[in-house]
């Protein structure tokens, strides 16, 4: 079976390993349903705040939540989708794919040209020898270097590409901003304009309260993978990224997202975000 847990954080099994404990259980794919942070993101996408998401994330939460796949790169896969070999169609899943690493899942296409494909199906999760999607990298690349404000959610940026993404606009735009949200300190804080010592699903219930917007709560019946019956456990997936709006003094806000705690917040940790303003005009 699958498994969901985080790396990084206090508790992440990177964190276990380090300190020579056992990690903590996990959950399988299909337990874990979007936070707060996940619902928050997808309504600030609705209003036109958010306009691209990058995700280092397998889970495929974001999609769940209701964003639409053309603002979502998942530069290291999604566990319930697959994509055909021959013809490159891609598929959704209501269960996460019995593989890992890019192997064949023993689906078969049923994409049809001149003919029934019948290409053989391989999940779409990298593991360490895979190259990132490239549809999917050069869209977070396009939008990061786009964007006047990077946030980052969760993630110590310790992998590459995905960790360089937040810095590209500042390569070429010095008023460009680099915020991050992360209980644990990284070695990049000195570079961002703000940090966050926070859980993220505190940090969206006060950002939300201040822009005086509701967070939608999840719903499984509107769930575009639980939705898909058992005897239609797979559908055709197709997506078109967002294109980069022309007028880039306009407001983008991309988000590199590695890890969306998977835990409801306590209302002491509403009250407990330590903000630290780096740099200053």
Not at 59 to 81: C, K, M, Q, T
Not at 150 to 156: E, F, R, Y
Not at 168 to 191: G, H, M, V, Y
Request: hydrophobic content about 35%; some cysteine; aromatic content about 6%.
């Amino acid at each position: 079976m699958c498994q969901w847990h985080g790396c990084s954080g206090p508790n992440g099994v990177w964190t276990a390993e380090k300190k020579k404990r056992r990690p903590p259980p996990s959950k399988s794919f299909t337990e874990v349903i979007p936070t707060v942070s996940h619902m928050a993101l997808r309504k600030l996408v609705d209003v036109g705040i958010v306009k691209f998401i990058i995700s280092q994330n397998v889970d495929g939460l974001h999609l769940r939540s209701g964003i639409p796949p053309s603002y979502v790169a998942e530069l290291h896969g999604n566990v319930f989708r697959e994509t055909c070999r021959k013809c490159r169609r891609m598929y959704m899943r209501n269960c996460p794919t019995p593989t890992l690493g890019m192997k064949p899942t023993g689906g078969i296409c049923d994409g049809v040209s001149k003919r029934t494909c019948r290409g053989a199906l391989v999940d779409m999760v990298l593991d360490w020898r895979n190259k990132l999607p490239e549809d999917d990298l050069a869209a977070a690349e396009a939008h990061s270097s786009a964007a006047d404000l990077n946030l980052v959610l969760g993630s110590t940026l310790q992998i590459v590409p995905a960790g360089e993404l937040p810095f590209r606009r500042q390569e070429i735009d010095s008023t460009a901003k680099t915020a991050i949200c992360n209980l644990q300190t990284t070695k990049f804080d000195d570079k961002m304009d703000l940090v966050i010592r926070c859980k993220l699903d505190a940090m969206f219930l006060r950002l939300m309260a201040l822009l005086n917007i509701e967070i939608p709560a999840y719903d499984a019946k509107l769930d575009p993978v639980l939705t898909l019956s058992s005897d239609e456990y797979r559908t055709h997936f197709s997506r078109i990224f967002q294109q980069v709006p022309m007028n880039t003094d306009a407001d983008n806000l991309i988000v590199v997202n590695e890890k969306c705690i998977d835990e409801k917040p306590e209302e002491s940790d509403v009250h407990n975000c330590s903000v630290k303003r780096l740099k200053t005009e």
